[in-house]
């Protein structure tokens, strides 16, 4: 029983993980991604960002949420330039543009 309970804490940590950052609508995960493919899979400046905004219908703000989860869940990296590359989905074997 003590193993149990010592492992809550621990799935909670992992459940909070899996889950999209708050107030981003429920079906924005997979409409992200597509937007972000559909951009090159690189988002690097307003000419990125922007597409993305107006294909899932979410903010600036709720993109750069929904990035930053990317990232926390190793679904995204950060590159050299301050740029974000999805690295799943159609993503995932797409080549980093120079």
Do not use: H, W
Not at 5 to 21: F, N, T, W, Y
Not at 38 to 56: A, F, H, N, W
Request: charged fraction near 20%.
């Amino acid at each position: 029983m003590n193993k149990f309970l010592v492992s809550l804490p621990a799935l909670g940590l992992v459940a909070a993980c899996a889950m999209p950052p708050q107030g981003v609508p429920a079906d924005a995960v997979g409409s992200y991604d597509a937007a972000v493919a559909s951009v090159g899979c690189v988002m690097r400046s307003d000419k990125d960002y922007l597409p993305v905004e107006i294909q899932t219908g979410m903010t600036r703000e709720q993109v750069l949420e929904m990035t930053a989860y990317k990232i926390a869940n190793d679904q995204a990296v950060k590159l050299e330039d301050g740029s974000v590359k999805l690295t799943t989905g159609a993503c995932a074997d797409a080549a980093t543009p120079a």
